[in-house]
């Protein structure tokens, strides 16, 4: 584990809920940090207007969810345009209402340049009406895009640090 990791990890109040570990999709590049043993899942996804394999890694931890998705849209000139559907549809699943929406500053090393990195907060419901805070990431590298999100009643600001500045490609 380098430096700059463990002193994430201690930012983070290293809670006995939040079990931080070091993740890498697979047949992806990216790395980044979950605080619990993640499932996998996939299913094809109208994206793009065209049906796409979704790769999955989520976990719930300490009262949140988080989750990073992997879509290949196979042409990297499609990356921009895709990335923003994918927010939009992400923001209307979770019924957030414009005025709770905040932009956040994100760097991802390696994304795809000249695509930007979306990061962003928002207020919403769960499908069964409850109240949920959400973070999520939007970035590409290639072909690849990728949506990193956080569900939870409430964010605690140092978790999401942890879990969103953890995330980087090799």
């Not at 993640?38 to 796409?52: E, F």
């Not at 999100?149 to 964010?155: G, N």
């Amino acid at each position: 584990m380098n430096a700059g990791l463990a002193a994430l990890l201690v930012l983070a109040g290293c809670s006995p809920a939040l079990n931080w570990r070091e993740v890498r999709p697979e047949g992806t590049r990216l790395n980044l940090l979950l605080p619990c043993k993640p499932d996998k899942a996939q299913k094809v996804v109208p994206l793009g207007g065209r049906a796409t394999p979704l790769s999955m890694l989520g976990c719930d931890a300490d009262g949140a969810t988080f989750a990073v998705a992997i879509a290949d849209v196979g042409d990297p000139l499609q990356a921009a345009s895709v990335l923003a559907l994918w927010q939009d549809l992400t923001l209307a699943n979770m019924k957030a209402t414009r005025a709770s929406r905040q932009l956040l500053l994100l760097n991802v090393p390696g994304a795809s340049p000249g695509i930007p990195v979306t990061r962003l907060q928002a207020q919403g419901q769960r499908g069964d009406g409850t109240a949920v805070s959400g973070q999520a990431a939007y970035f590409a590298q290639g072909s690849q895009l990728f949506q990193v999100v956080m569900y939870a009643p409430h964010i605690t600001p140092d978790v999401a640090e942890t879990f969103f500045s953890s995330l980087k490609f090799e």
